[in-house]
């Protein structure tokens, strides 16, 4: 059974940094490009960032770039991101998902980031 | 900035049929935007329902079928069923520099 289990969610002063986690087991991981996906409260799904499945490649929306980085440990199945110098308007539900070819095929259930004093 | 549109609310009757739209901002979508489509219902992750314009997954009911329709990816709901209230996400490829945008999402009501 494919799963995919995030966590490091948190509340976080602005300017603050948290690391996001997303456990995955039930296909080889090291084959597949990862996406991280975000959702404000009650807004619409945002493609945040995308990391290739060896690691060497990496996409971001504008609006992260220089404060956010993708990673991955395939030894681990586990991929990150590492947020840093975080906003109010980072405030999100932080989905991972899985991309074969194209395909975002199976999320995980996500893990809430609030900015916040 | 790319932005990807979609109707913001629709509504259809037990039974009927509703076609969802996406359209990208840079033109007509074509099938090299791989159009994949998303259900969401409140407090659930997204559920993938069409990739790469009109294949389903195993889960996906037969009444949801994606095409290209005008220019625009197009999500159609057909014998539409109470359960099939949420929220619908389109999700388009550009490549670089930012390789896939969202739609901005339609609410459908089953009314």
């Known amino acids: 059974e494919m799963q995919l289990v995030e966590s490091g969610g948190g509340l976080v002063q602005p300017g603050g940094s948290l690391r996001l986690s997303c456990a995955v087991s039930?296909?080889?991981?090291?084959?597949?490009?990862m996406t991280w996906v975000r959702q404000a409260p009650g807004k619409g799904l945002e493609w945040v960032a995308n990391?290739?499945?060896?690691?060497?490649?990496?996409s971001y929306v504008d609006s992260v770039k220089g404060r956010f980085t993708i990673f991955r440990d395939n030894a681990k199945n586990t991929l990150y991101m590492q947020m840093n110098s975080l906003r109010a308007e980072d405030t999100a539900m932080y989905y991972c998902a899985r991309d074969r070819d194209w395909n975002y095929d199976y999320w995980g259930q996500g893990t809430l980031v609030t900015v916040s004093t | 900035q790319t932005v990807v549109t979609q109707e913001p609310s629709l509504t259809v009757s037990p039974g009927g049929t509703v076609t969802l739209t996406c359209a990208s901002s840079t033109g007509a979508v074509t099938s090299g935007h791989y159009p994949n489509w998303f259900q969401q219902k409140p407090g659930q992750a997204p559920k993938a329902l069409i990739y790469s314009t009109s294949n389903k997954h195993s889960w996906t009911p037969a009444r949801f079928s994606g095409s290209l329709l005008g220019g625009k990816a197009a999500l159609t709901l057909s014998g539409v069923q109470p359960e099939d209230e949420a929220e619908y996400y389109c999700l388009l490829y550009y490549d670089v520099p930012q390789p896939w945008v969202f739609g901005t999402g339609t609410k459908v009501t089953v009314l």
């Open positions: 039930g296909f080889t991981f090291s084959d597949y490009y």
């Open positions: 990391i290739s499945p060896d690691g060497s490649a990496q």
